[in-house]
């Protein structure tokens, strides 16, 4: 099996850079990049979620739960009605 030398990736980017153009290369570039650190940290375990502060229980305002809605439904003012 050949190895890839130095001739072959300037070639390479070469072809890249004609395909793509120097305005979008920038661009690829970082997002090659993001996505190369988020599959990183995927693969060791670090998120986003690691980094941000946590809340201890003094910290958390109390929550209160929401009042029970209730609807009423009109009866129809020409209907019977099983009331006397």
């Known amino acids: 099996m ?3 030398g130095p001739l072959e990736i ?3 980017l070469i ?3 004609v395909i793509f153009g ?3 290369l920038p661009e690829l570039g970082r997002s090659m990049g993001r996505g190369m650190r988020e599959f990183k940290d995927s693969v060791t375990g670090k998120d986003e979620d690691d980094k941000k502060p946590e809340i201890t229980a003094s910290q958390q305002q109390p929550q209160t739960p929401p009042a029970p809605q209730t609807t009423e439904v009109p009866e129809p003012s020409g209907a019977p009605t099983d009331r006397t």
């Open 2 to 4: 050949p190895n890839i």
């Open 10 to 12: 300037i070639i390479v």
């Open 15 to 17: 072809i890249v850079l």
């Open 22 to 24: 120097p305005k979008r």
